[in-house]
Nanobody
Framework: QVQLVESGGGLVQAGGSLRLSCAAS????????MGWFRQAPGKERDFLAA????????YYEGSVKGRFTISRDNAKKTVYLQMNSLKSEDTAVYYC????????????????WGQGTQVTVSS
């Protein structure tokens, strides 16, 4: 029903910034909460941030609050993750996802997932 494609990943030095994009097609983009997750090698996929249908409300995992900003542009059917003050611990594959639950934080509440984009932060 909904297809999601992430882009914008790459190699960045610690302290640098990167902006990820997630383009949606199919479905009704504005009816979903959108979220960002990440998965490091050998670890579980962890919640990072979520933004409500209108973009007026957001929720962040504690370790990224103040550094990362999630936003959405419903006209462009795109969600963004602005990442500042990047640390080596931020190295992971980053995924966007769509949920029917308001500001969902659990992977089980997200119905659609992108393929992921690699972010590597060098020290």
């Amino acid at each position: 029903q909904v297809q999601l494609v992430e882009s914008g990943g790459g190699l960045v030095q610690a302290g640098g910034s990167l902006r990820l994009s997630c383009a949606a097609s199919g479905g009704t983009f504005s009816s979903y909460t959108m979220g960002w997750f990440r998965q490091a090698p050998g670890k579980e996929r962890d919640f990072l941030a979520a933004v409500s249908w209108s973009g007026s409300s957001t929720y962040y995992e504690g370790s990224v609050k103040g550094r990362f900003t999630i936003s959405r542009d419903n006209a462009k059917k795109t969600v963004y993750l602005q990442m500042n003050s990047l640390k080596s611990e931020d190295t992971a594959v980053y995924y966007c996802a769509a949920a029917a639950v308001y500001l969902a934080t659990r992977t089980a509440n997200y119905n659609y997932w992108g393929q992921g984009t690699q972010v590597t932060v060098s020290s």
